[in-house]
Nanobody, 121 residues
Framework: QLQLVESGGGLVQPGGSLRLSCRAS????????IGWFRQAPGKEREGVSC????????NWAHSVKGRFTFSRDNALNTVYLQIHSLKPEDTARYYC??????????????WGPGTLVTVSS
């Protein structure tokens, strides 16, 4: 079936870096924009950024500006989120989701299970 799977999370110290991946299977990723979201324990899910089909990204969360870099490799059916200067406030489960428009407004109902990022010393 239609699937997105996130990977790359883990435990990292404040100031460290991680690269998260979102790999699609059973469909062609280049047809869709991908939105990144995160949800901390006990908190509401928030949108992080949208990466368009052409690879352009739009940040939704002000706190990630300058620290989060997005890219996509359609040949590998994968989009990437490179996170630098991680803060404890970045601790959350990170999800990717598929959208039919490049502004990530038309949700297709396809989500990955998420990958957990824990920022702690």
């Amino acid at each position: 079936q239609l699937q997105l799977v996130e990977s790359g999370g883990g435990l990292v110290q404040p100031g460290g870096s991680l690269r998260l991946s979102c790999r699609a299977s059973r469909f062609t990723l280049d047809y869709y924009a991908i939105g990144w979201f995160r949800q901390a324990p006990g908190k509401e899910r928030e949108g992080v950024s949208c990466i368009s089909r052409s690879g352009d990204s739009t940040n939704w969360a002000h706190s990630v500006k300058g620290r989060f870099t997005f890219s996509r490799d359609n040949a590998l059916n994968t989009v990437y989120l490179q996170i630098h200067s991680l803060k404890p406030e970045d601790t959350a489960r990170y999800y990717c989701a598929a959208f039919s428009d490049d502004n990530c407004e038309r949700y297709l109902g396809v989500w990955g299970p998420g990958t957990l990022v824990t920022v702690s010393s």
